[in-house]
Nanobody, 125 residues
Framework: QVQVVESGGGLVQAGGSLRLSCAAS????????MGWFRRAPGKEREFVARITRTGDSTYYVDSVKGRFTISRDNAKNTVYLQMNSLKPEDTAVYYC??????????????????WGQGTQVTVSS
């Protein structure tokens, strides 16, 4: 069983930045594709970004391209989401997820096997 724990959420003004971290247990973290999803109030869970096992490829939903950056440190079993130029519409609970199959192109929630509890991000206008 893989445990995934997010941290780094909080309240920030529009235009500000936050960095989310996600620590995953297990000695084979480097074999997992890692992703970030979010769920805004009253909306369905939405894919935000994903990064391949070695970090050689990243992919983002259009609404965050150029503002968010996903990265990973396999030596620390940690993946990050740097969020800049935040907007009120980025307000959501952000979830980190691990895809044990290590597929390169997972962007759907059902592609991922292990999930964290989520961390709240609130952007005020």
């Amino acid at each position: 069983q893989v445990q995934v724990v997010e941290s780094g959420g909080g309240l920030v003004q529009a235009g500000g930045s936050l960095r989310l971290s996600c620590a995953a247990s297990g000695s084979i973290f480097s074999s997992y594709t890692m992703g970030w999803f979010r769920r805004a109030p009253g909306k369905e869970r939405e894919f935000v970004a994903r990064i391949t096992r070695t970090g050689d490829s990243t992919y983002y939903v259009d609404s965050v391209k150029g503002r968010f950056t996903i990265s990973r440190d396999n030596a620390k079993n940690t993946v990050y989401l740097q969020m800049n130029s935040l907007k009120p519409e980025d307000t959501a609970v952000y979830y980190c997820a691990a895809d044990a199959s290590g597929r390169r192109y997972g962007i759907y929630w059902y592609d991922y096997d292990y999930w964290g509890q989520g961390t709240q991000v609130t952007v005020s206008s």
